[in-house]
């Protein structure tokens, strides 16, 4: 009886073992592995009053602030930065015409870029901008050599008028979304 | 020929196990004296056995529930990164996992108790590797598509990070005592020496980008996550020196550290056997139930708080008296100090990942007179006992507590005796990994020398890349078979 299992059972063990099979693998395809995330974050956002903008006087800036920006020249981000976005939404509800200007400086003080809006008063609808920056777009050498931001904002107008509107203010919102390379 | 040469190898070197932590081959399979290792009250034959010492060698298996090694790297064709996105990314779930366990025998010994022979004592001493990681699905899909795009909106889940592993040497001492011809009961005794030992504690979070209350996106994180190590700080240092000498300090530490200079922990093993009719048999055994205190080397991380950012904010009038250029460097600051990374080196209890089997087993088809080295003196009591039928059939579970809850498997089997000298089972699991599992175990007696091999998940080797699950054990035991 021992006969009729012994070999059949150390044959199948011997064929799992011996003649198992292993599809041929292509390991080097991990060099192929395109890693790309995108990272949204908001940037800056600034809102003043009216009374404040009218508290400043006519024709004069009522804001202005140079404000240090590493993140875009830190090592990695410099490095790895494929394409980015930002976002800009302008809402002007006074009832004043203003300008706002957002310029990007190197590290010596130089202006890299400037985004300037010219923002009509109210009633003036929410205005919005995408500015995109790699391929296609502005240098995305502009981002990754940019240490610092400096903002204005200037009144083009009076200093005594007041919007009918509830809680008149000027609102800048902005965002960026960035496509590194990881991989 | 090169099977035949490494099983010689494998003989030389004594017993080497290579097998994932549910044993169900050699679960019951009484013949085989390391069945005592998985249930202490596993009925017991010999009068004495050895287990053939390992003077080197090392073993190992590795398992996954999600994609396999040929999922990702067949030569098909197909752009890999594409591979990774659909199979692993969005293929996966937290809920699978990598995981590898290896286990050496260093020695294993057993003797009956010479004014009580219902007692079989055993004891030895074995290593374990056991490493599970869980796969860390949002983790995985914020690096790799980020958290803009169509992830606006999208909550990453921080808990997905879950992962446990250790090294352990087990020094042990089991009875395994014949209460009457139908019960036997058994306990084991474990001291648990720790090599190293890492674990995340109930990690809990959250990371998620939205549409902003103020500005456009609003970013939010909520972090409660921890990560204990220990013995792991002291192998990274002699790895990252420069000496020459890294080979000689690595085995030193480990040396101490496997010969009880380590952490220290206490556990143990129960199991019976009880056989219900001549022809039906229950078992059940609980394994490593115990702990280990890790005081030494301990160094244990944490992020924990919670935050919300809109980017820089600035309101006027109100924050003129706030302005200044670090606004940027300001925000980031608040954020780390609202979610802080700590270190520490509290001492922490790590508990050892429980195992639960049992099992019902069916008798029958008569077999003939047992023989002199039948491996049935304490417990043959002719028809009464469960060695005297040459086939049985039946069904196991095994549970395992694992960081996501209990791991679980069912197994159906069937075992054939021929003889004293030959016994065979045969096993279909059924886990997480897979529902394809054939096993077959052999044991062989000639004389006093015992030989086993056990492999599993037979399928696999078609194709052993993709495979979601491997595992080999066998080894050589002498021995002596009861006279009374």
Redesign the interface.
């Known amino acids: 009886m021992r006969r009729l299992f012994i070999p059949p059972t150390l044959a199948v063990i011997i064929f799992f073992l011996a003649f198992s099979c292993a599809e041929k693998q292509d390991f080097n395809q991990f060099d192929d592995l395109s890693i790309t995330p995108t990272v949204a974050s908001s940037l800056f956002y600034l809102e003043s009053e009216e009374q404040h903008i009218n508290a400043v006087g006519d024709l004069n800036n009522f804001y202005s602030q140079i404000v240090n920006f590493e993140a875009f020249n830190e090592q990695f981000v410099a490095e790895n930065l494929l394409e980015g976005t930002i976002t800009y939404e302008i809402e002007n509800t006074t009832s004043k015409e203003l300008s706002i200007t957002i310029e990007f400086l190197d590290e010596t003080g130089n202006v890299l870029d400037a985004q300037v809006f010219d923002v009509d008063p109210t009633p003036a609808p929410l205005f919005s901008l995408e500015v995109f920056y790699g391929p296609g777009g502005k240098n995305i050498d502009i981002l990754t050599t940019t240490s610092a931001l400096r903002i204005s904002a200037n009144n083009l107008g009076d200093s005594t008028s007041v919007s009918t509107l509830p809680e008149p203010k000027l609102i800048l919102r902005s965002a960026g979304e960035f496509t590194f390379r990881l991989k | 020929m090169?099977?035949c040469r490494y099983l010689l190898l494998a003989a030389l070197f004594g017993a080497i196990t290579l097998h994932g932590q549910n044993k169900q081959l050699l679960y019951d399979f009484y013949e085989i004296p390391q069945s005592l290792l998985v249930n202490p009250g596993v009925k017991t034959l010999e009068k004495w056995h050895v287990g053939v010492p390992v003077l080197s060698g090392l073993s190992f298996q590795a398992g996954t529930s999600g994609v396999t090694?040929?999922d990702?790297?067949?030569?098909d064709g197909i752009?890999?990164?594409t591979k990774?996105r659909e199979r692993l990314i969005d293929g996966m779930s937290k809920r699978d996992d990598f995981s590898t366990t290896s286990q050496i025998d260093g020695f294993n010994i057993g003797f009956r108790g010479k004014n009580r022979p219902d007692d079989y004592y055993s004891f030895g001493m074995y290593g374990e590797t056991d490493i599970i990681v869980y796969w860390p699905k949002d983790l995985a899909a914020?690096?790799?598509?980020?958290?803009?795009?169509a992830?606006?909106g999208r909550s990453f889940d921080l808990g997905d990070l879950s992962l446990r592993g250790e090294m352990v040497n087990v020094a042990h001492f089991g009875v395994n005592r014949k209460i009457s011809n139908t019960l036997t009961i058994g306990a084991r005794a474990k001291v648990y020496s720790s090599i190293f030992q890492f674990q995340t504690i109930q990690n809990f979070g959250s990371f998620r980008?939205s549409q902003?209350q103020?500005?456009?996106?609003?970013?939010s994180i909520t972090a409660d996550m921890k990560l204990q190590t220990s013995g792991v700080e002291g192998i990274v240092d002699i790895l990252e020196e420069d000496t020459g000498t890294t080979q000689r300090d690595l085995a030193k530490l480990f040396m101490k550290r496997v010969l009880f200079g380590g952490n220290l922990g206490l556990g143990f093993d129960a199991g019976f056997t009880h056989q219900l009719n001549p022809q039906t048999t229950i078992t059940g055994s609980v394994l490593d139930v115990g702990f280990i205190h890790n005081s030494k080397d301990v160094r244990n991380y944490t992020v924990s708080g919670n935050a919300s950012?809109?980017?820089?904010?600035?309101?006027?009038?109100e924050d003129i008296p706030n302005?200044n250029?670090?606004?940027?460097?300001d925000l980031v600051d608040e954020l780390e100090e609202a979610i802080p990374y700590e270190e520490n080196d509290k001492s922490y209890i790590s508990f050892r990942p429980v195992k639960v089997y049992g099992s019902i087993r069916y008798n029958f088809g008569e077999g003939s007179v047992f023989d002199e080295n039948c491996g049935c003196g304490i417990n043959a009591q002719g028809g009464q006992n469960d060695a005297f039928y040459r086939n049985s059939v039946g069904g196991q579970l095994f549970f395992m507590k694992r960081p996501r809850g209990v791991q679980a498997a069912v197994t159906g089997f069937f075992q054939?005796r021929?003889?004293s000298?030959?016994s065979?089972k045969t096993t279909y699991t059924a886990d997480k990994y897979s529902l394809t599992n054939i096993g077959?175990g052999?044991n062989l007696q000639m004389g006093p020398v015992n030989f086993y091999?056990l492999?599993d998940n037979?399928l696999g080797?078609?194709?052993?890349?993709?495979s979601h699950y491997a595992s080999l054990q066998f080894g050589f035991n002498i021995i002596s078979w009861n006279d009374n």
């Open positions: 090169k099977i090694v040929n990702l790297f067949a030569n752009d890999f990164t990774v914020l690096a790799f598509e980020g958290n803009g795009g992830n606006i980008t902003g103020d500005n456009i996106f609003t970013t950012n809109e980017g820089i904010t600035v309101f006027l009038p302005l250029n670090n606004l940027w460097e054939k021929l003889g000298g030959f065979f077959l052999l091999i492999g037979l080797y078609q194709n052993i890349p993709d």
